[in-house]
């Protein structure tokens, strides 16, 4: 049982390349989010998904897109990489939000340059 | 979006001592959570709270849903070295979204 298995660990992107970050769960959890997490703020929710097929936006969605094709998957695609996109990217997963909160990857260490 | 604060933002305790924070809202939140972060990780949760006035506890650790539903607080007892780290508090009204505070890092002088 991996839990929730994030790739990559670390990436640098130059200013408008794009890329994927990879989310997988092994849990069969239905509802996946997307965090990211800058100094001093916390961690503030991107998107979310509360099924397969299913995907709604966040507080700071803009820059991001996902999709939800199976259960086990959530990928997060940057379109045009900007600096301030430079954060620690984390994904969740949880099987009943309400009862268990959030299971959390290890995160990706993101920097724009 | 939502804003909770936490505080302290830092603290720095000897071994032995016990540990308060709190985390408030401006909104009535239905479910609290708080979770601990160590350097490279994740966070993991340590409890949750689902509601008012609902006290918990996990080991040395324990946290309270406020009455009003806009607060929450964590208590660790006797703290040890590997207490070290950042409590972050998570609130949701939905249960779809969770906002999270900015987190107060903890410091445990041996």
């Known amino acids: 049982n991996a839990g929730v298995t994030q790739t990559p660990k670390f990436q640098v992107l130059k200013t408008g390349q794009s890329m994927t970050l990879q989310c997988a769960q092994d849990m069969n959890h239905e509802y996946m989010s997307w965090y990211r997490q800058d100094p001093g703020m916390g961690l503030r929710l991107i998107h979310y998904?509360?099924?397969?097929?299913?995907?709604d936006q966040g507080e700071v969605p803009n820059g991001y897109n996902v999709s939800r094709s199976t259960t086990e998957d959530f990928p997060l695609r940057l379109l045009s990489a900007a600096p301030s996109q430079t954060s620690v990217y984390f994904c969740?997963?949880?099987?009943?939000?309400?009862?268990?909160?959030?299971?959390f990857g290890s995160g990706t260490r993101l920097t724009v340059v | 979006g939502q804003q909770l604060n936490q505080s302290p933002q830092s603290m720095f305790i000897q071994e032995g001592e016990d540990v308060s924070m709190n985390c408030t809202s401006s909104?009535?939140?239905?479910?609290w959570l708080w979770y601990k972060q160590d350097p490279g990780e994740g966070p993991v949760l340590l409890i949750a709270l689902y509601k008012a006035g609902e006290l918990t506890s996990n080991g040395r650790l324990t946290a309270q849903f406020g009455i009003t539903r806009k607060d929450s607080f964590l208590n660790i007892s006797a703290s040890i070295p590997s207490d070290v780290g950042i409590y972050f508090c998570?609130?949701?009204?939905?249960?779809?979204?969770?906002?999270f505070g900015t987190g107060t890092s903890l410091t445990v002088i041996p």
């Open positions: 998570a609130g949701s009204r939905t249960g779809n979204q969770f906002y």
């Open positions: 969740a997963s949880s099987y009943s939000l309400r009862n268990y909160g959030y299971t």
């Open positions: 998904s509360v099924g397969a097929g299913i995907t």
């Open positions: 909104s009535i939140f239905n479910t």
